[in-house]
C-alpha cells in the first residue's frame, strides 16, 4: 500500500488551500481515510476523517466549518479542501489509511495502518 500525499505550500492567513491523498495498493471503497497534522514537539494530531463505509466524515473540532474532507473512490484519492487558514494550522500534513477501525478509534494514529510521507502547509500572518 502507498499513500501519496501532495499540495502542501506556503499560504497566507485566510487563504484556502487543498491537500490531496493518492492511494495505490488498497481496495479504496475498504479503508477509512484520515488526515492527521504534526508540529514540531507535537504529536501527531488528528485533523479529519472519512468513513469507508457511507462516506461519513468527522472532524477536529478546531477545523469544523473550515476543512472538507472528502474522496473520490474512482481516483483512488482523498483531498482535504483547507480554508479560512490561520498561522496555527501550520503542520506537516499526513494521510492515513485504517482497513479495520471502528467509530471510537477514528481519531487515534496507531489504528491506522498506512501512512503517506506528509507535505508540509505553512501560513504565514
Known amino acids: 500500500v502507498q499513500l501519496q500525499a501532495s499540495g502542501g505550500g506556503l499560504v497566507q492567513a485566510g487563504d484556502s488551500l487543498r491537500l490531496s491523498c493518492a492511494a495505490s495498493?488498497?481496495?479504496?471503497?475498504?479503508?477509512?481515510m484520515g488526515w492527521f497534522r504534526q508540529t514540531p514537539g507535537k504529536e501527531r494530531e488528528f485533523v479529519a476523517a472519512i468513513r469507508s463505509s457511507g462516506g461519513a466524515t468527522i472532524y477536529e473540532d478546531s477545523v469544523k466549518g473550515r476543512f472538507t474532507i472528502s474522496k473520490d473512490n474512482a481516483a483512488n484519492t482523498v483531498y482535504l479542501q483547507m480554508g479560512s487558514l490561520t498561522p496555527e494550522d501550520t503542520a506537516v500534513y499526513y494521510c492515513a489509511a485504517a482497513s479495520r477501525l471502528i467509530l471510537s478509534s477514528i481519531r487515534i494514529s496507531q489504528y491506522y495502518e498506512y501512512w503517506g510521507q506528509g507535505t508540509q502547509v505553512t501560513v504565514s500572518s
Open positions: 495498493g488498497v481496495t479504496f471503497r475498504s479503508v477509512t
